[in-house]
T-cell receptor
Framework: QQQVKQSPQSLIVQKGGISIINCAYE??????FPWYQQFPGKGPALLIA?????SEKKEGRFTISFNKSAKQFSLHIMDSQPGDSATYFC????????????FGKGTRLSVIA | DSGVTQTPKHLITATGQRVTLRCSPR?????VYWYQQSLDQGLQFLIQ???????AKGNILERFSAQQFPDLHSELNLSSLELGDSALYFC????????????FGPGTRLLVL
């Protein structure tokens, strides 16, 4: 059973544009939602994370939007750059990290000049 | 560089064989997680060890086993290998039992022929 559904599978964005990746979850007990970034040949690395007590969190060009009632959260990359080209994974866990992370299937982002 | 090391980087073997993947966590980290990454399934949590003890199990096959040694390094043993076991295997570590930020190693790419 896939508990975190991520879309789209792949995304092509022009340089300077906005990249948007969406995730939906089923388990209402989830209370920690991180995004991981993975470059080819590397392991995933934590990019940004949010808890359900806020609806938005911004770090530089990266923003997480969270909609608790819809059980959805999304990653927005503003002013997308070729260096942002990577695979992005959303994830969720329960109890502030008290359970193993459940990952979405990933979105391969390509930012073209 | 996350500080997590994995060996070997690449492994090619035949069906029916057994292999051992090794992970050294970041200095001071007590938790080690193993993940399998395949194209169609994304990142799948396999198993977690904390300070030498198994703490959580995910979608790990009975043919797979792991352990964490007193020096905190961990090994993932895969036996009776099948073609479908070909994947990237990642190890991650974190300081405490459950930690929101997991630091991933570079992975071991396993190819079963």
């Amino acid at each position: 059973q896939q508990q975190v559904k991520q879309s789209p599978q792949s995304l092509i964005v022009q340089k300077g544009g906005i990249s948007i990746i969406n995730c939906a979850y089923e388990n209402t007990a989830f209370d920690y939602f991180p995004w991981y970034q993975q470059f080819p040949g590397k392991g995933p690395a934590l990019l940004i994370a949010i808890r359900p007590d806020v609806s938005e969190k911004k770090e530089g060009r990266f923003t997480i939007s969270f909609n608790k009632s819809a059980k959805q959260f999304s990653l927005h990359i503003m002013d997308s750059q070729p260096g942002d080209s990577a695979t992005y994974f959303c994830a969720a866990s329960i109890g502030s990290g008290n359970t193993p992370l459940v990952f979405g299937k990933g979105t391969r982002l390509s930012v073209i000049a | 560089d996350s500080g997590v090391t994995q060996t070997p980087k690449h492994l090619i073997t035949a069906t029916g064989q057994r292999v051992t993947l090794r992970c050294s966590p970041r200095s001071g980290d007590l938790s080690v997680y193993w993940y399998q990454q395949s194209l169609d399934q994304g990142l799948q949590f396999l198993i977690q060890y904390y300070n030498g003890e198994e703490r959580a199990k995910g979608n790990i096959l009975e043919r797979f086993s792991a352990q964490q040694f007193p020096d905190l390094h961990s090994e993932l043993n895969l036996s009776s290998l099948e073609l479908g076991d070909s994947a990237l295997y990642f190890c991650a570590s974190s300081p405490r039992l459950y930690q929101e930020t997991q630091y991933f190693g570079p992975g071991t790419r396993l190819l079963v022929l």
